[in-house]
Structures are given as structure tokens and as C-alpha cells.
């Protein structure tokens, strides 16, 4: 009675599997918001959700497409031009048709008995990124689910790395000895927010991570740096790890890698290079120089489903020396015993933080063999071009002020107001824009001031896609302004 259920070699059961993706994939391309937002608020959707998850009786199938209508036809528009807040990229359709296969497969990348071909699949793949990136024969790496995830494992393996040289101490039998609270990680002032996360989760608490001043680039001022690392060894403290940005979030800044990397080697602190962002230029024709020196690296973090456009997740973290994955390794033997190793069975749950993991590197390698090494840099190429043009509209425009070059594919700039309070406008213009569902601006503060942002993801769009948001922005601000007048007239 249920074997129609489950995906078979059975006529049942791969007909109603085709049939279902084929009305999933209608629904997709029938109901796809055609803006980028509905503009409906939190209140109006919670409508939509009914509460009873689980109903005594199943629901009919166009029950289920009603559901599915409703989700495709309420949410943000990834491929739409205007849809320019976050690194939050349109998914290839070869990724899309290697999700259908990761899904229907349903391969765990933990142990080698529960995805054999994957397990194959993923280390070449890692090798390969490995070898690319310029780092030796000894680096090995495993897939994570963000630059989150990545940045985490890179520090967690720091700490665990200085604890045993230094103390010979290990983290993983004894916990955090004493002395942890002299432990400093070093970071520029715009890095990810999950340099701090990480300390937080790692126990050392985030007042372990020292910023680091940046120049009018935002990228790391490596005199500073400098300075703060012979502060802390007189204050007796211990540089742990310094993370090198390589694509801020914000500006896509680069901190200068070889100056970085000389102190990290003259202070004996890991380097970890987060790439998460920036890690694309490593396949750019026109761009990859500006990551000179990230092959020094400790560790390395990209994700893949920003400018490689993946699907969500697709990351990974890389690491020098494969031997520094012995420190979070364990064994379990209903999963991957010791007998394993010693046999050669390549169970990857030893080189992660998670036991069951989806086999993304599938549509990595999918995707990179669907378009080439050429139009895969002429695709990045492009959104840094876009991002140009965007700066250059924004610069002759007297309502907005550019507030930094775009470094990659990001543009941050402000509407500025002849009247009015310039950070509310701000706030309030991005807020207006999206509940009218025309556009979706990022936001961030500069030094304190409100500020909007475009990341430019989509190598589809057009300069006159940015041209006609920029006009878009400049009248909803004039718009504001006049609203200002009139109410306080």
C-alpha cells in the first residue's frame, strides 16, 4: 500500500516521481513572482500558513500544489534584476537539476558505506579546489554549510592546533586549560560577524577577538596589526589565529594577504583566510591577482552559493595540512571504526563537524562542468563590471553619495536628504521600496551612518536594470522628503 510512497526501479514508483517533479517544476515556472517581492508583511503571510501540520486524513493533490503556489509565489525573486540586497545569488539550472538527483539519491556523507561514489565525488573535488587555490599536496578539505560553519571549524582547529603545540594540551579529552582566557583572535574591523560567533561557541568569549583598524578601502592597515600583536605579547596574551578577509561583506575588500600572512608567520598565529565572499576571484581572468598570497593560508573558507551561484548550502573549508583534522576526529563503531582507517575506507565524518551531510559537491561539479572554465570568469567578470556601472550612475546622481569604489560586486551609498533626518529617510526608503515589493536594497551602517547597498549577483542584469533601481531609489527618497515637508509644515 506505500510503495508508491518511496522512489523505486518500480514502473509505480518512478512514474509518480517523474509526474510529481514535473508539477513541482510547472508550479516553479507558473507561479515565480514576477517582482521581487509580493510586498506582503509578516502578518499577511502568517495568514497563508494554517497551523494543522499534520491532518488525520492526507490531502488531496491540489491541496498540495495550493501549498507549494503559495510559497513559490510569496517569496523573494533570486533571478529578478532589482532583487540586489545580499549575497543571496540566482541558482544555475544544472545545479537545480543536480539538487533533484542529491535529493532522490539522499546519499549521508559520513561514512563511505553510505555514500560510496559521493565519498569518491567529494575528495577529488576538494583536491582539485585544493590545487587551484595554490595550496600543497598535504591540504585536504571537507563541504560545510556556509561561510558560518566554515569560519567555526577554521577557528576551532586553531585553537585546538595552538593548544597542543604550545601546551600539549588536547581540547577535545580536557576541555579549555586555564590559560584559554589569554587566547586573542585578530580580525579587521568590517570581518564577518562569525569571527566573534566562533569565539563565543569555542569558549573563549568574545572579547578573545581584537579588531583591527582599516584604511579607507576597509581592508586590514597591516602596521596596525602589527602594533595590536606586539600590544598583546607585552599584556602577556596569546595571538591565537588572524582571519584575513578576502571579499568583505559590505565592500568586497581584500586585506593585503602577503603583509597578513608575514605576521602570522613571524608571531607563529594560524592564518585563516576567509573567502567566503571573495573566494571566486580565485576563477577570474581579470581578477585573481588581488588573492595573491592566499595559498599561505592555515585555512580557507568559500562558499559556493554566493558567486557560484549554488543552490543554499554549498562551502567549504580548506586546510593546509590534512594532518590538523586528527584533532576533532573520532570514531564510532556503528559508523567508522578504526579497522576503517587502517583498511583504507574513507569515511569523511572524521574530517567534520557533522555526521549526516547532503552530497553538494554533486552540483558544484555539475555546474562547473556545464559552463567552463571561460564563461564561468566571464560570468564573475561581469557582476564586478555591473557593480562599476552601478558606482558610476550613483556618482552623477546629486541625491546619493557613493560611499566607498565597489572592491567587488557590492555598491554602498546613501540617498541624501536636503531636509529631514538622513539615517530615518534611509531606513525608511529601503523599507518602502519592499513592502511595495519594486525592489529588495540591502542596508548597512558606515561609521555609523545608515547607508543602502547593492550586491550585484545576477550577470543576467542589465546596466539600464540598474540605471531604472537607481531612479527608482532617487524617486522614492524625493518622495519622502516631500511626505517630511508636508507633515511637519
Not at 156 to 169: I, M, V
Not at 331 to 338: F, I, Q, T, V, W
Request: a negative charge.
Amino acid at each position: 500500500m506505500f510503495d508508491s510512497e518511496f522512489l523505486t526501479n518500480t514502473d509505480d514508483g518512478t512514474q509518480r516521481y517523474k509526474q510529481l517533479i514535473a508539477d513541482a517544476a510547472e508550479i516553479v515556472a507558473k507561479f515565480w513572482p514576477g517582482q521581487p517581492y509580493s510586498g506582503k508583511t509578516p502578518t499577511d503571510l502568517a495568514k497563508l500558513v494554517p497551523d494543522n501540520f499534520l491532518p488525520d486524513a492526507s490531502r488531496s493533490p491540489a491541496e498540495l500544489s495550493n501549498t507549494l503556489q503559495a510559497v513559490v509565489s510569496d517569496s523573494i525573486s533570486v533571478t529578478h534584476p532589482h532583487t540586489a540586497a545580499h549575497l543571496h545569488c540566482p541558482p544555475l539550472l544544472a545545479s537545480l537539476a543536480a539538487e533533484v538527483v542529491i535529493t532522490a539519491l539522499n546519499q549521508s556523507m559520513d561514512s563511505f558505506d553510505q555514500a560510496p561514489i559521493a565519498t569518491i565525488v567529494e575528495q577529488k573535488v576538494i583536491r582539485w579546489l585544493c590545487s587551484e587555490v595554490g595550496l600543497p599536496t598535504t591540504a585536504d578539505g571537507t563541504f560545510t554549510t556556509g561561510g558560518s560553519q566554515s569560519n567555526y571549524m577554521a577557528l576551532l582547529l586553531a585553537r585546538d592546533s595552538f593548544l597542543q603545540r604550545d601546551w600539549n594540551w588536547s581540547a577535545q579529552k580536557s576541555g579549555l586549560p586555564p590559560d584559554a582566557r589569554k587566547l586573542r583572535i585578530l580580525c579587521s574591523d568590517v570581518a564577518h560577524f562569525t569571527v566573534e560567533k566562533s569565539a563565543h561557541q569555542l569558549g573563549l568569549g568574545t572579547d578573545a577577538v581584537v579588531r583591527v583598524p582599516v584604511d579607507d578601502q576597509f581592508r586590514m592597515i597591516p602596521r596596525a596589526l602589527r602594533d595590536l600583536l606586539d600590544g598583546l605579547r607585552q599584556q602577556n596574551l596569546l595571538p591565537m589565529s588572524i582571519v584575513a578577509t578576502a571579499g568583505t561583506t559590505d565592500f568586497g575588500s581584500v586585506d593585503p594577504l602577503p603583509e597578513v600572512t608575514a605576521e602570522a608567520r613571524r608571531t607563529g598565529a594560524w592564518l585563516h583566510v576567509d573567502a567566503a565572499y571573495g573566494g571566486v576571484l580565485l576563477f577570474s581572468a581579470e581578477h585573481r591577482d588581488r588573492l595573491k598570497g592566499i595559498e599561505e593560508a592555515d585555512s580557507i573558507s568559500v562558499d559556493f552559493h554566493k558567486l557560484f551561484w549554488q543552490p543554499i548550502p554549498c562551502s567549504v573549508v580548506l586546510v593546509r595540512d590534512a594532518k590538523t583534522f586528527d584533532l576533532i576526529k573520532m570514531h564510532a563503531d556503528y559508523l567508522n571504526p578504526e579497522l576503517h582507517e587502517e583498511e583504507g575506507v574513507p569515511d569523511l565524518v572524521t574530517k567534520s563537524l557533522l555526521t549526516s551531510r547532503r552530497f553538494d559537491a554533486l552540483k558544484l561539479w555539475m555546474s562547473l562542468q556545464s559552463l567552463g572554465r571561460t564563461k564561468l570568469a566571464a560570468m564573475i567578470d561581469r557582476t564586478i563590471a555591473l557593480a562599476a556601472c552601478a558606482a558610476e550612475i550613483i556618482g552623477s546622481a546629486p541625491q546619493l553619495e557613493l560611499i566607498c569604489e565597489p572592491q567587488l560586486s557590492t555598491v554602498v551609498f546613501r540617498y541624501t536628504p536636503k531636509n529631514g533626518d538622513p539615517d530615518r529617510l534611509n531606513s525608511l526608503l529601503r523599507q518602502r521600496l519592499f513592502e511595495k515589493g519594486t525592489a529588495v536594497v540591502g542596508h548597512t551602517r558606515v561609521r555609523g551612518r545608515q547607508a543602502l547597498k547593492f550586491t550585484c549577483m545576477n550577470p543576467t542584469a542589465s546596466e539600464s536594470d540598474f540605471a531604472t533601481l537607481i531612479r527608482m531609489i532617487v524617486d522614492e527618497g524625493e518622495a519622502l522628503e516631500s511626505d517630511h515637508q508636508a507633515s511637519s509644515g
